[in-house]
């Protein structure tokens, strides 16, 4: 028998594969028996026909970022004149628009500001929770990293103090690619790997949950996507604190980045479907309709995908690379109904609302 049959067999098995055998799956699977072997995968771990999605909408607090990040085209560095932090109030009125649209959640991140002291944070999270009530999906481990540096604490009492404010999970941002070699060049002044990791698994073990995620097509090799996606398998391993895997393409345009090559909707499918067999302790893994547009996002629920991540009712760091693709509540619904799915609102937590 054949190594890549062995490997097909093995995982039908529900058998683990390692490095190696992901190397050459990745490698040399044939595109369509690769697809049909990540969608097999996901009817074992979720066998109804459901594809979930999240009404949310992100707000960016602030642009203003010392990171520099060469694949950003989303920061001002301080002194810009676009340069810009929301008021409260600012922030409190999109959240009223997004609870009126259905929202359940907010998603917030911002650039690295230098001169926003860890309490104004914490302000932001308590006037939030006492005058609009909403799930405080926010910030990133680079984040958490840099306020902890910044302020001459360690990571542990940078979470403590956040949840103790009303944060509620974090999202899987700042993680491009988790190998040193590869955020040395693309994001230099952004926090090690280890660290990334050592963040989510202090979150974990303080009981929040988060999601990871890969941002992958710019100076990385395949086999660097792979290594990310065993390091996210064995700090799963430890905490099952990881409520989903969210793999999305680099958009070259507009950044310090833009000769990459743009990737194309196989290799996108190839490394979602290889990231639902290696992430098998990982129970959702959503699609890119961001990034990819709605038309392979359908097809990728096929590839091994059963979440549509969000409605991103706003939605200001993909689209200053150029890419603007936006989806209603009822579009997500024509789109997952259209590719054969039953379309669910969910919350963070993947909680299934009530269907209205
Ligand atoms: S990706 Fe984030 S950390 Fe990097 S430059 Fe952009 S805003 Fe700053």
């Known amino acids: 028998m054949s190594e890549l049959k062995k490997i097909f067999e093995k995982v039908l098995d529900g058998e683990r594969i390692d490095f190696q055998e992901s190397e050459l799956l990745y490698a040399e699977a044939d595109f369509h028996a690769l697809g049909q072997l990540a969608h097999q995968v996901r009817l074992n771990k979720h066998p109804e026909p459901l594809v979930t999605y999240v009404v949310d909408r992100n707000i960016?607090?602030?642009?203003v970022c010392v990171c520099c990040c060469k694949f950003c085209a989303f920061y001002r560095e301080p002194g810009d004149k676009d340069g810009y932090v929301l008021s409260f109030e600012e922030i409190g009125r999109k959240i009223d628009e997004t609870v009126a649209l259905?929202?359940?959640?907010?998603?917030?991140?911002?650039?690295?500001?230098?001169?926003?002291?860890?309490?104004?944070?914490?302000?932001?999270?308590?006037?939030?929770?006492?005058?609009?009530?909403?799930?405080?999906?926010?910030?990133?481990?680079?984040?958490?990293?840099?306020?902890?540096?910044?302020?001459?604490?360690?990571?542990?009492?940078?979470i403590h103090r956040l949840r103790a404010a009303g944060l509620d999970s974090i999202p899987g941002g700042g993680a491009e690619i988790l190998v040193d070699e590869v955020r040395s060049r693309v994001a230099p002044n952004k926090c090690p790997s280890d660290q990334w990791l050592g963040v989510m698994e202090e979150a974990h073990n303080q009981g929040l949950r988060t999601t990871a995620t890969m941002m992958f097509g710019h100076l990385e090799t395949p086999a660097q996507r792979l290594e990310h996606l065993f390091r996210v398998r064995e700090v799963q391993d430890r905490t099952g604190g990881f409520t989903a895997f969210i793999p999305w393409t680099f958009q070259p345009?507009?950044?310090?980045?833009?000769?990459?090559?743009?990737?194309?909707?196989?290799?996108?499918?190839?490394?979602?479907?290889?990231s639902r067999i290696v992430?098998?302790?990982?129970?959702?893994?959503?699609?890119?309709?961001?990034?990819?547009g709605p038309k392979i996002a359908q097809l990728a629920l096929y590839f091994g995908g059963n979440d549509f991540g969000s409605t991103m009712i706003e939605e200001n760091v993909v689209k200053a690379a150029g890419v603007a693709f936006r989806l209603s509540c009822e579009e997500i619904h024509r789109l997952v109904e259209g590719a054969g799915f039953i379309p669910r609102q969910r919350t963070m937590d993947y909680t299934l609302m009530e269907t209205k």
């Open 279 to 292: 992430l098998d302790n990982v129970d959702n893994i959503q699609v890119s309709w961001v990034t990819m």
């Open 60 to 63: 960016n607090y602030s642009n």
């Open 253 to 274: 345009d507009h950044t310090a980045l833009s000769r990459c090559r743009k990737l194309t909707s196989v290799e996108y499918l190839r490394t979602l479907a290889v």
């Open 102 to 158: 259905g929202g359940t959640q907010i998603l917030m991140q911002g650039g690295h500001h230098p001169d926003l002291p860890l309490t104004w944070y914490e302000e932001m999270l308590r006037w939030i929770k006492a005058n609009h009530p909403v799930h405080i999906h926010a910030f990133s481990p680079p984040e958490v990293v840099f306020w902890s540096e910044k302020e001459g604490i360690t990571v542990a009492e940078v």
